[in-house]
Antibody, heavy 124, light 107 residues
Framework: QVQLQESGPGLVKPSETLSLTCTVS????????WNWIRQPPGKGLEWVGF???????NYNPSLKSRVTISVDTSKNQFSLKLSSVTAADTAVYYC??????????????????WGQGIVVIVSS | DIQLTQSPSFLSASVGDRVTITCRAS??????LAWYQQKPGKAPKLLIY???TLQSGVPSRFSGSGSGTEFTLTISSLQPEDFATYYC?????????FGQGTRLEIK
C-alpha cells in the first residue's frame, strides 16, 4: 500500500523560502507524476505542480515564478520549494500521486493517494 | 483556464436522503473529471475518476455522471460518515483545477 508523508518546517518567515519533502513508501517513485496541492485555511484546493521521475515538471502559472519541484529517486522522495513567501502562502500542503489508467480505451488520470498534509504558517 | 463551478456551495440533508452535487466546467472537458471527499483535518479522498468510474473501496451509494460541461455526484442514501466537503477536479490538461467545494452538513 502506497503511503506519502510530508515533512518540513511548520513556520517560515516572510520573504524566505518554504521547503517541503514528500517521502513515498510502498512503491517506487518511478512511472508516476508526483504532485503538490495546497489549501489555505478555510478555503479550497489549489494545485501547485508536479514532477516526473525524469525531472520533467509543470507548475501552476500563478506560482510558476516562485516554485521549484524536484525528485530524488534514490531516496524515493520529491520536494517543493516556494520562494519569497508571504502570508498568502500560509496553507496546508499536500503531496499526492497522480496515477493514470485506461477507461474504455481512453487514458485518464487522478490523484490518489494523498499525504496527510502539513501545516505551513508564514509569519515573522 | 477552464473554471469549475460547483452547486450548491452548501447543502443540508438528513441521513437516508438522496443528494446530488453539480459541477459545471466553463469549457468542455469530455469526462476528465474526478470527485473527492474531504473531512475536517484530513486529506481529500478520491471517490470517482473519469466522471463515473468508482474508485476501488468506495461504497456503491456514490455515483458520478456527465460529460462535456456538466457533471453530477450523487449519494443515493446518505450515511453519517458522508457528511464532508466534496470537490470536483478537472484533469484534462494542466494546470489542474478544482471546484470551490460543496459542504454537506447534517440537517
Amino acid at each position: 500500500q502506497v503511503q506519502l508523508q510530508e515533512s518540513g518546517p511548520g513556520l517560515v518567515k516572510p520573504s524566505e523560502t518554504l521547503s517541503l519533502t514528500c517521502t513515498v513508501s510502498g512503491d517506487s517513485i518511478g512511472s508516476y507524476y508526483w504532485n503538490w496541492i495546497r489549501q489555505p485555511p478555510g478555503k479550497g484546493l489549489e494545485w501547485v505542480g508536479f514532477v516526473y521521475n525524469s525531472g520533467r515538471t509543470n507548475y501552476n502559472p500563478s506560482l510558476k515564478s516562485r516554485v521549484t519541484i524536484s525528485v530524488d529517486t534514490s531516496k524515493n522522495q520529491f520536494s517543493l520549494k516556494l520562494s519569497s513567501v508571504t502570508a498568502a502562502d500560509t496553507a496546508v500542503y499536500y503531496c499526492a500521486r497522480e496515477a493514470h489508467g485506461y477507461v474504455e480505451n481512453s487514458m485518464f488520470n487522478w490523484l490518489d493517494p494523498w499525504g496527510q498534509g502539513i501545516v505551513v504558517i508564514v509569519s515573522s | 483556464d477552464i473554471q469549475l463551478t460547483q452547486s450548491p456551495s452548501f447543502l443540508s440533508a438528513s441521513v437516508g436522503d438522496r443528494v446530488t452535487i453539480t459541477c459545471r466546467a466553463s469549457q468542455g472537458i469530455s469526462t476528465f473529471l474526478a470527485w473527492y471527499q474531504q473531512k475536517p483535518g484530513k486529506a481529500p479522498k478520491l471517490l470517482i475518476y473519469a466522471a463515473s468510474t468508482l474508485q476501488s473501496g468506495v461504497p456503491s451509494r456514490f455515483s458520478g455522471s456527465g460529460s462535456g460541461t456538466e457533471f453530477t455526484l450523487t449519494i443515493s442514501s446518505l450515511q453519517p460518515e458522508d457528511f464532508a466537503t466534496y470537490y470536483c477536479q478537472r484533469l484534462n490538461r494542466y494546470p489542474i483545477t478544482f471546484g470551490q467545494g460543496t459542504r454537506l452538513e447534517i440537517k
